[in-house]
């Protein structure tokens, strides 16, 4: 009986897997075609400008502030946010393309990616009306950059973990702690973080966990450089000391982020950006091969195409899923898991592939320069955003597997 006990679960789990498990089959529609035309005219004449180089994907010598704005005048970022804080109610599927298209040309477009990406919508979800009226416009123009304060030192994976503190007080909230591996904090002007506001409970050890707005003017915000790999200022230490948030900058329910930082993660972990952060790599390859490549160098080209283009499938499937108002968040994790392994081992596949390529790789220079850049920015791409391990857990809890 046991052995049949066991049997009935195994068989419960392979349906609760056909069942949960739903990439929806979504093309993008015909008005997605004539938005990347128009978003390719407009990347052609910013390159034409000078504003950026397409070929190099350094992308951090470039004051990117009013490219944002001209980028929020076209109507591009808020896209599918409400008209009345200043979206324009257009579809996943048509954010797509334009984050596809701004990404395959390295365009310099971090200023406003977070607070586009993920942040607007968690201020959409939780925020009060009159915050929304202020801040969400002023993205939608692209005047605002965002940060996210979520991983600490002791506490990266287990977000839960975390310890910075916000203490009550008149009016408002005293921050004291500090969040590390922030993006872009020293350029942001605002952060949505999770502080703790009380210890968790026996029965919920993700409770008392709350998601605040910070203003990074506020004074007791220090943001301390972390270099990369690449030598370049991505991420900051942010010591909060003695920080005062005002009561109206708490996001949601106090004590219950975990409800919230969960969903934020689906649109953090699925856009085309999961995929394409070493894309120049597969482009330059293609390139040096030439119009007549060598059988291998035809072969192994024609699988990461093959690859890529199933990946985008799925992608694109999240997005629609989105527009839906689901929350693809097992699917979103897989796409995830998928495209960063793939994007973290295209620096090395092209790396053996230009080996066939005649004479040798030496006489592409420019070939070499980008695989060397990827192949230091490699490392941290199962990292951001969920490392592998968490997201093959989620998925696995996602299919009843765990
Ligand atoms: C480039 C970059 C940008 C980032 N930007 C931000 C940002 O803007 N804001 C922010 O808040 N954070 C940011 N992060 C931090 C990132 O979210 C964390 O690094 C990540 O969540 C992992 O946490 P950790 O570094 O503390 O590693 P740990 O959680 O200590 O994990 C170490 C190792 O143990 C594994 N592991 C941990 N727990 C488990 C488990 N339960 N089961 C199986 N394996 C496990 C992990 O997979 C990993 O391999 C960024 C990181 C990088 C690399």
Redesign the pocket.
């Known amino acids: 009986m046991a052995n049949a006990g066991g049997a009935l679960t195994r068989v419960r789990k392979v349906l609760f897997v056909s069942t949960v498990l739903n990439f929806e089959q979504i093309r993008l529609p015909p008005e997605c075609d004539r938005l990347r035309k128009e978003v390719r005219e407009f990347i052609a004449e910013e390159v034409a400008a000078g504003t950026f180089d397409p070929h190099n994907p350094r992308r951090e010598d470039v004051d990117s502030r009013e490219f944002s704005k001209r980028i929020g005048a076209r109507g591009w970022i808020g896209m599918t946010w409400p008209k009345k804080y200043g979206g324009h109610e257009r579809s996943f599927l048509e954010r797509f393309v334009v984050t596809e298209e701004f990404r395959v040309a390295n365009a310099p477009v971090r200023r406003h990616f977070?607070a586009d990406r993920q942040s607007g919508p968690v201020l959409i979800k939780y925020a009060n009306e009159k915050i929304k009226m202020d801040i969400l416009p002023r993205i939608c123009r692209g005047e605002l950059c965002f940060?996210?304060?979520?991983?600490?030192?002791?506490?990266?994976?287990?977000?839960f973990a975390a310890k910075t503190k916000a203490t009550k007080t008149n009016g408002g909230w005293l921050i004291n702690g500090t969040?590390?591996?922030?993006?872009?904090?020293h350029l942001a002007d605002y952060m949505l973080?999770i502080f703790r506001t009380s210890q968790p409970t026996k029965e919920n050890r993700r409770h008392g966990l709350t998601q605040f707005l910070v203003d990074m003017r506020t004074p007791g915000i220090k943001c301390n450089p972390i270099e990369?790999l690449t030598g370049q200022r991505?991420?900051n230490e942010v010591v909060f000391t003695d920080a005062f948030m005002p009561d109206d900058h708490v996001l949601g329910e106090i004590d219950g982020a975990w409800k919230q930082a969960t969903s934020e993660l689906a649109y953090e972990r699925s856009g085309p950006e999961r995929f394409l952060e070493t894309f120049y790599v597969l482009t330059e390859l293609v390139r040096a091969a030439g119009r007549d490549p060598d059988v291998r160098a035809a072969e192994g080209v024609g699988r990461l195409v093959a690859q890529l283009h199933t990946m985008r499938r799925m992608s694109v499937s999240v997005a629609g899923m989105l527009h839906a108002g689901k929350e693809p968040v097992v699917e979103a994790s897989i796409v995830k898991d998928i495209g960063t392994i793939w994007e973290q081992q295209l620096p090395h596949k092209a790396r053996s592939l230009a080996a066939f390529l005649e004479p040798d790789s030496t006489n592409h220079p420019t070939l070499e320069k980008h695989l060397a850049f990827a192949t230091t920015v490699a490392?941290?791409?199962t990292?951001?955003?969920?490392?592998?391990?968490?997201l093959?857990?989620i998925i696995a809890r996602g299919l009843g597997l765990r």
């Not at 940060?147 to 977000?159: H, R, T």
């Open positions: 977070t940060a996210i304060g979520m991983s600490e030192p002791g506490s990266g994976s287990d977000l969040k590390i591996w922030t993006s872009g904090a973080a990369q991505d991420f490392p941290k791409l990292i951001q955003g969920g490392t592998t391990e968490i093959r857990g």
